[in-house]
Nanobody, 127 residues
Framework: QVQLVESGGGLVSAGGSLRLSCAASGLTFSRIFMGWFRQAPGTEREFVGAVSWSSGSTYLADSVKGRFTISREYAKNTVYLQMNSLKSEDTAVYYC????????????????????WGQGTQVTVSS
């Protein structure tokens, strides 16, 4: 049984930082991608970033480049989203996701191309 469990969300002032974690279990890790998405009220779920589990290559949405980073830790089967210089528009529920297989460039940003999802963690940035 696949499980993705996010943690680390909370309330932070604009300009502050948070680190989200996603602990994964039950996955066959060799070729998968792990992604982060977010969804604000009344909006569609949007891509934040992704990491190739095998290579460690990372991909970030333009809106967060230079502020957010993604990393993975083999020993803990965990993916992190380090968020710095947070803005009020970063307020959303953040979701961790995993694919069952390799994703090509165009697929990495697509919600339907991910097979497993966590329950989400709320990030609120106050201005």
């Amino acid at each position: 049984q696949v499980q993705l469990v996010e943690s680390g969300g909370g309330l932070v002032s604009a300009g502050g930082s948070l680190r989200l974690s996603c602990a994964a279990s039950g996955l066959t890790f060799s070729r998968i991608f792990m992604g982060w998405f977010r969804q604000a009220p009344g909006t569609e779920r949007e891509f934040v970033g992704a990491v190739s589990w095998s290579s460690g290559s990372t991909y970030l949405a333009d809106s967060v480049k230079g502020r957010f980073t993604i990393s993975r830790e083999y020993a803990k089967n965990t993916v992190y989203l380090q968020m710095n210089s947070l803005k009020s528009e970063d307020t959303a529920v953040y979701y961790c996701a995993a694919s069952r297989q390799f994703l090509f460039t165009a697929q990495r940003m697509n919600v339907p191309d991910y097979d497993y999802w966590g329950q989400g963690t709320q990030v609120t940035v106050s201005s």
